[in-house]
């Protein structure tokens, strides 16, 4: 057991930038979420995928946001023409698929955006 | 409208003594009830969980308790360490028939151990 892996670590983009984040779960979880986190909140939930089919989405995922788990691994995240609003903590979080599995999570991917 | 709340942002104890944060929650459909703990720069690290079907759940140090009736749960650590010092979070998921995998967050609680 690996663990959650997100890749980088650390991005710096100016506004109107596209950013694209990875995200490589345990390898036996068929369930991974993105989850967006900022100073003082909880994570917030963003998406989440079974295999490769993406089950559910939330409000907060606007259309500059798209989520792929191409061959139901690894996971992209891409947010198109960044706002300041979007600096934030991206965290990917992985599970079994069984019942409530708990969510393992990676240790994100911090965007600041000028 | 916040579902899961954590209404003590800081927590300090000495060290030895025991550690209560507590989480009250709202919404009737969560059935299933878990801590995290976050250190800085890291990803949060499950803890421990309950299901509504249970009023209790004991892991080592670790004890969640459960008050379906007053939407109330609580976190005890007996003894608290230094290590310990983290912010926790408290997170409820919907009942398995709800469809729904999103687990909601608390604001978290930021426990200091005192040496």
């Known amino acids: 057991d690996t663990g959650v892996s997100q890749d980088p670590r650390h991005k710096i983009t100016k506004r109107g930038q596209n950013v694209t984040f990875r995200c490589d779960p345990i390898?036996?979880?068929?369930?991974l979420y993105w989850y967006r986190q900022t100073l003082g909140q909880g994570p917030e939930f963003l998406t989440y995928f079974q295999n490769e089919a993406q089950l559910e989405k939330s409000r907060l995922l606007s259309d500059r946001f798209s989520a792929e788990r191409p061959k139901g691994s690894f996971s992209t995240l891409e947010i198109q023409r960044t706002e300041q609003g979007d600096s934030a903590m991206y965290l990917c979080?992985?599970?079994?698929?069984?019942?409530?599995?708990?969510?393992?999570f990676g240790n994100g991917t911090r965007l600041t955006v000028t | 409208d916040q579902q899961v709340k954590q209404n003590s942002p800081s927590l300090s104890v000495q060290e030895g003594r025991i550690s209560i944060l507590n989480c009250d929650y709202t919404?009737?459909?969560?059935?299933?009830f878990l801590w995290y703990k976050k250190y800085p720069a890291e990803g949060p690290t499950f803890l421990i969980s309950i299901s509504s079907i249970k009023d209790k759940n004991e892991d080592g140090r670790f004890t969640v308790f459960l008050n379906k009736s007053a939407k109330h749960l609580s976190l005890h650590i007996v003894p608290s360490q230094p290590g310990d010092s983290a912010v926790y979070f408290c997170?409820?998921?919907?009942?398995?028939?709800?469809?729904?995998?999103?687990?909601?967050f608390g604001k978290g609680t930021k426990l200091s151990v005192i040496p």
């Open positions: 390898s036996e979880h068929n369930r």
């Open positions: 919404n009737s459909m969560f059935d299933y």
């Open positions: 979080a992985s599970s079994l698929h069984t019942g409530s599995s708990p969510l393992h």
């Open positions: 997170a409820a998921l919907p009942y398995s028939g709800a469809g729904s995998y999103q687990l909601t």
